[in-house]
């Protein structure tokens, strides 16, 4: 069991109050042992007397206190907990914190507590507040302008019979891409697959045929991230064969997704099979604007994206990563 007895607060401060992190050590029960000085200044607390000893977890707001309890559970287990959650300094001062919990164990191996270090990350969460304010101002807009361009279109065809059945086309069409902007509109963390696919693809018909043939299991959810990253290589795709491929020149296309297992676990592969006019090949060539920002997308959401010209078309695949708990 790690007593209190057994810390010397000057031979850890030598170790650990360097460090700008808020470093805790916490009994195996859960009490609240020592704090370092860096720490006691992040969390603005003048007298460490009036903590220590106290359960930790019940020093977080309500709501958090099953996350942290939860999390030691985690650790005693042997595992690195991790979360972010917010809670307020000694003077309650709004915080957010990233929050890493590990087990300590005895020379023979017995858990006799845990250490603790939170990091202030209250102004990253703050940016990330402030960029998703931004996007759904920015939705919002783009869904205005998609509405005032079909009002156009109506507007202009009205009274013209030739130019209505054109008009209604286009505005089917635009009407699908802005359906595709409101699919993570609200909090919600996961969409269909297949919704999401069919709705990136639904503009492009011929005759009130698709000119796309989407192969998607109904089960396979994806997150709003990875959501971003396969709508941004489905668009490139779209756009480079409306200009010169398939799309806009005849041809065939198939969309497939599935669920693959690999060496590194579970992955979510989508392929993009296009035959017909051999497309321009601006989408891989190298520096392109197009492929330079998918590529970044991809790597930053753990993924791949590759591009295999065919004699008469090309073959595209994006694979992301899926946690282990989804």
Same mark, same amino acid.
């Not at 460490?48 to 206190?65: C, H, I, N, V």
């Not at 699908?176 to 509109?185: E, I, P, R, S």
């Given at each position: 069991?790690?007593?209190?007895?057994?810390?010397?607060?000057?031979?850890? @401060?030598?170790?650990?109050?360097? @460090?700008?992190?808020?470093?805790?050590?916490?009994?195996?029960?859960?009490?609240?042992?020592?704090? *370092?000085?860096?720490?006691?200044?992040?969390?603005?607390?003048?007298?460490?007397?009036?903590? #220590?000893?106290?359960?930790?977890?019940?020093?977080?707001?309500?709501?958090?206190?099953?996350?942290?309890?939860?999390?030691?559970?985690?650790?005693?287990?042997?595992?690195?907990?991790?979360?972010?959650?917010?809670?307020?300094?000694?003077? #309650?001062?709004?915080? $957010? $914190? !990233?929050?890493?919990?590990?087990?300590?164990?005895?020379?023979? #191996?017995?858990?006799?507590?845990?250490?603790?270090?939170?990091?202030?990350?209250?102004?990253?969460?703050?940016?990330?507040?402030?960029?998703?304010?931004?996007?759904?101002?920015?939705?919002?807009?783009?869904? *205005?302008?998609?509405?005032?361009?079909?009002?156009?279109?109506?507007?202009?065809?009205?009274?013209?019979?030739?130019?209505?059945?054109?008009?209604? !086309?286009?505005?089917?069409?635009?009407?699908?891409?802005?359906?595709?902007?409101?699919?993570?509109?609200?909090?919600?963390?996961?969409?269909?697959?297949?919704?999401?696919?069919?709705?990136?693809?639904?503009?492009?018909?011929?005759?009130?045929?698709?000119?796309?043939?989407?192969?998607?299991?109904?089960?396979?959810?994806?997150?709003?991230?990875?959501?971003?990253?396969?709508?941004?290589?489905?668009?490139?795709?779209?756009?480079?064969?409306?200009?010169?491929?398939?799309?806009?020149?005849? #041809?065939?296309?198939?969309?497939?997704?599935?669920?693959?297992?690999?060496?590194?676990?579970?992955?979510?592969?989508?392929?993009?099979?296009?035959?017909?006019?051999?497309?321009?090949?601006?989408?891989?060539?190298?520096?392109?604007?197009?492929?330079?920002?998918?590529?970044?997308?991809?790597?930053?959401?753990?993924?791949?994206?590759?591009?295999?010209?065919?004699?008469?078309?090309?073959?595209?695949?994006?694979?992301?990563?899926?946690?282990?708990? @989804?």
């Amino acid at each position: 069991m790690l007593s209190k007895a057994e810390l010397s607060p000057e031979s850890l @401060s030598r170790v650990l109050e360097q @460090s700008s992190d808020c470093v805790k050590l916490v009994d195996a029960d859960g009490a609240l042992l020592w704090m *370092n000085p860096n720490g006691q200044c992040a969390m603005e607390v003048d007298d460490f007397q009036a903590l #220590g000893g106290k359960e930790w977890a019940s020093l977080w707001p309500d709501e958090t206190r099953p996350l942290i309890r939860q999390a030691m559970v985690e650790a005693a287990g042997g595992q690195v907990a991790r979360l972010e959650a917010y809670c307020p300094t000694a003077k #309650g001062s709004p915080r $957010w $914190w !990233e929050v890493s919990i590990s087990a300590v164990r005895s020379p023979e #191996g017995a858990h006799t507590g845990f250490i603790s270090i939170s990091r202030d990350v209250s102004q990253l969460h703050a940016d990330r507040e402030a960029l998703q304010t931004l996007l759904a101002e920015m939705r919002h807009r783009l869904k *205005n302008s998609f509405a005032m361009v079909c009002a156009m279109l109506r507007s202009i065809a009205r009274g013209h019979e030739g130019n209505t059945a054109f008009a209604e !086309e286009m505005v089917a069409r635009i009407s699908a891409l802005a359906t595709a902007q409101t699919l993570f509109d609200g909090e919600q963390a996961f969409t269909a697959l297949d919704d999401l696919l069919g709705t990136l693809i639904s503009p492009f018909r011929e005759g009130g045929r698709p000119l796309i043939a989407l192969d998607c299991p109904e089960a396979i959810e994806v997150t709003r991230e990875h959501a971003d990253a396969i709508s941004l290589v489905i668009g490139e795709l779209t756009v480079n064969s409306t200009k010169h491929g398939a799309i806009g020149h005849g #041809g065939a296309i198939t969309l497939c997704a599935q669920i693959e297992d690999t060496p590194d676990g579970r992955q979510l592969a989508i392929t993009w099979s296009e035959r017909g006019r051999r497309p321009v090949e601006s989408t891989s060539r190298p520096g392109g604007q197009g492929l330079a920002l998918i590529e970044r997308i991809c790597r930053a959401r753990g993924g791949t994206f590759t591009i295999a010209w065919q004699d008469e078309g090309l073959d595209a695949r994006l694979t992301l990563p899926i946690p282990a708990d @989804s």
